[in-house]
């Protein structure tokens, strides 16, 4: 077995290796000249001072949706200029039909989705076409600004919860509407004595529903593929962009209330963040005694699987160049997960708990168009009532971009408590877990082949057999096709304790192929079959699970789409499992064979009223499962937003097993008053948990990236006979946090 897996190891780095050199027909690179203002710019949203009527005009957008082989029919015209501190984008988006109406979601900053009227623009200062800064904005002024990694091979790969200081100002005209941004230089990372950066521009239309973009890229990849972009020429190299230091102070005051307890709980805390520019591309991030109490709550979700449940970080320290630290691995066998950090189990009650940081720093960022480097140090106190010791996370990546967009990876990770067997200060404890990692990230010039492979051994006080995880990936994706190839392995004594890595001790393969048709003149945009296949065993256990899928994709020009599946399960457990969580659990080495039909069906988002509804109906551990979920969505625009989440699970069982009824329901109102003050009210019953959330978030941005917070949170046990709607609601905590931050720049 050892022997096969050297030579498979092998086998695959090399077809790695030999793909890297592979390119296609030369993709075609637009270039745009840009030169200095020569005369001020005011925000307004009207190009109408002498320095855009100097700047070089750019217009000719490609359609990507819904077909990709012609011009848009919807025209946008771009010119850019600068000066010592700012970078500024001026737009004009016509439109196909009179009248200043247009789509968006509410007023609320890092809006998403299709059929939203917008403009976005890509950054890539490195040209590597790896890692990018998108900035965007609609035609009511709101604004979005994210981060962009992997080369935005996938939606994964584009994050809006970055967080940094620009501006910008928009107009709505008849025919018509307008932009113009100002993004400071010191907001991006670049090389200083740059001559050219990668660009590129999108655009989202709602009155023709045409997605376009200013260089092409086919419509088997998506409006943010930097495999694509084009080109920015300055007229003169780039200065550094002088001193660059930010601070972010904030205090907050927290009234808390078990009332499992006699009394109430009151702080008040003060910490903050620093942010230094090193150089103009490795950014140093300092930050003490942090507080995430403003960060909205998870979306609850029904689980009807046997493992952990993965939620996004959106905790903004972590989060630039946030790809360096956590890309490594892949799909549920992450070595690193920074939501480990700030997070502890009470091993009592198994119970996650916050776990407070003290403090910490991380270097991230390019030392050259070649090389990324990230240092983490985080360090989290101890926490006497659950017996746990403080920890210290060192977390080390470095990247070396090779060939035309493929890159080679290491990390280094430990966690180390710094306090000895009895309590006491030592840098010498023996409780520590630490791991090291290799991963080769490939991209074809023109990203037709993309995929990774990676090798992760885990280190623990007492050595464990197999403490190793190795994976593969490899797409291959044209007009047509997409062909997908998956295997891991991962051993049994495999620990990423800072990772997400929900199951060990087991092999996985899981190979897949969709075919892609365009007709012509049709509602439907294109359509297709596919299938997937994913199969896990264990070495002495053999087949342990087992996956097939076949499934016919469906996407309508009006932005709706429609996807129908079938599905055949197969599940050995190799440990008690309770479907319905109560009662009789099922014992190890039962078997379970299970068909069932799976529907996915999203509207058209550009009706004020639109949904996504998903079903799942079949065979379920030897009983029966009909699933109804979704999201009722309701826009009375621009000022909100009213959402409902709901499920609805009915798990029947053979006897003796327990039935069950799932019931989660979570309507949500978010008000957008201006673009700088927000109420969201969130309410999730969740009978899986019996439990009942309130969170209601008040924020107002007074200046940019400066907020006051106001967060109220309550929390019900609900139970009672009726599962729809509970008897019984007994309190069990309830919290208000007032926070205020300010960025300074110093």
Known sequence: MKSLFKVSFSAVFALFFLLSFITHAQKAQRQLHIKKATSPIKLDGVLDEATWQEAEMSDGFWQNFPMDTSRTVAPSEVRLAYDDKFLYVGVKCYATAE????????????????????????????????????????????????????????????????????????????????????????????????????????????????????????????????????????DQPLKKPGANVSIIPYVSTQQNRDFSEAEGVSNFTAGGDAKIAVTPSLNLDLTVNPDFSQVEVDRQVTNLDRFEIFFPERRQFFLENADLFANFGSENVRPFFSRRIGVAIDTATGVNVQNPILGGARLSGRVNINWRLGLLNMQAGADSEINLPSFNYTVAAVQRQVFARSNISGLFINKQSLSNGDGDFSLGSNNFNRLIGLDYNLASADNTWTGKIYYHQSFDPTPQKSSYSHGANLTYSTRNWEVIWEHQIVGEGFNAEVGFTPRTNFRRISPSIARTYYPDGSAIVNHGPGVMQQLWWKPELGITDYNFSLFYDFDFRNTSSLTVSAMNDYIYLFRPFSPSRRGIPFDTGDTFNMFYLTVEYRSDTRRNFNYEINTINGQYYGGIVNSFSGTLNYRFQPYGLFSLDFNYSDINLEEPYSDAQFVLIGPRLDLTFTRSVFLTTFVQYNSQFDNVNINTRFQWRFKPVSDLFIVYTDNYTAYGDNRFIPDVFQKKNRGLVVKLTYWLNL
């Open 99 to 234: 009248g200043n109406y247009y789509v968006t979601p509410s007023l609320r900053r890092d809006f998403r989705g299709p059929g939203n009227d917008q403009f976005s623009f890509i950054i890539d200062p490195f040209q590597d076409q790896t890692t990018a800064f998108i900035f965007g904005i609609n035609p009511y002024g709101v604004q979005r600004e994210g981060l962009i990694s992997n080369g935005g091979a996938s939606q994964d790969d584009f994050d809006l919860s970055w967080d940094n200081r620009w501006f910008s100002a928009a107009k709505r005209y008849e025919d018509y509407w307008m932009a113009e941004f100002a993004i400071p230089f010191k907001t991006l990372r670049y090389k200083e004595g740059s001559t050219e950066w990668n660009i590129q521009f999108y655009r989202l239309d709602s009155h023709t529903n045409e997605s376009s973009t200013w260089n092409h890229v086919p419509r088997n990849f998506r409006l943010y593929s930097l495999a694509y972009s084009g080109r920015l020429q300055w």
